[in-house]
């Protein structure tokens, strides 16, 4: 069995598996003890909790979440506690009211109810991969934020050089350079301070 991006099901994925501090906010009925029994046997360790608590126990790896079509919202207070969880729906239901819950609760996976215990496994295993790699990509995109706002900074603050000192662009970049390795700071630090100097001189 192959997953996104060539990820394979491995034993040592279903190791670390086993590792996966799993929650699981449904009430106490027939699909919440299924699910409990489940993850038991799969050898997860799981902890149920019903009605939504305040706040789950840290650290949180998975959360299944009943998402239930009812008049009164269910309350979402926990989700701030674990936000590093990948999230599962467990929906009895498929209407505009139960897509937004899912959105809304940031759900990586769906099982439908009534739940069996052939389904709780399959939708761990894409839910974690899926997250896993979503998170993945949001690390990439921030690194390259930064990268991209370095790399900003470093442009405005050979431009004041250049301005200031009457040097050209490769002079203006060996000064913040060469100040970078003599203070032993990033050059991005050596630019912040130039573009700060120059605000509060400009004022």
């Known amino acids: 069995m192959t997953l996104k991006r060539g990820k394979r099901l ?3 994925f279903l190791k670390q598996l086993r ?14 003890g299924v699910l409990l029994q489940q993850l038991q046997r799969i050898g997860c360790p799981a902890q149920a909790f019903w009605p939504p608590p305040k706040a789950l126990p840290e650290p949180t790896d998975v959360v299944f979440c009943a998402v239930q079509h009812s008049e009164a919202p269910t309350p979402l207070d926990w989700l701030g506690s674990c936000q590093g969880a990948a999230i ?4 009895g239901y498929e209407n505009p009211t139960v897509f937004d819950d899912m959105l809304q609760i ?18 761990l295993v894409m839910a974690l991969g899926l997250h896993e790699e979503v998170q993945g990509l949001r690390k990439r995109v921030l690194r390259l934020e930064q990268k991209l706002q370095a790399a900003n900074q470093i ?3 050979k431009a004041i050089l250049m301005r200031t ?5 490769t002079e203006a970049y060996r000064i913040i350079r060469e ?10 630090d050596i630019a912040r301070a130039i573009i700060h100097a120059n605000e509060i001189l400009s004022a």
């Not at 940031?106 to 939708?123: I, Y």
């Not at 000192?165 to 662009?169: A, D, E, P, S, Y």
């Open 10 to 12: 491995t034993p040592e």
């Open 19 to 32: 590792t996966k501090r799993i929650a699981v906010v449904h009430p106490n009925d027939a699909d919440g």
């Open 88 to 91: 599962i729906a467990v929906v």
């Open 106 to 123: 940031g759900a990586s996976g769906v099982l439908a109810s009534p739940v069996r215990s052939t389904g709780v496994l399959s939708v």
């Open 155 to 157: 442009h405005d603050a």
């Open 165 to 169: 000192r009457g040097v050209n662009n």
């Open 179 to 188: 100040q970078a390795m003599s203070k032993r700071v990033a050059t991005e």
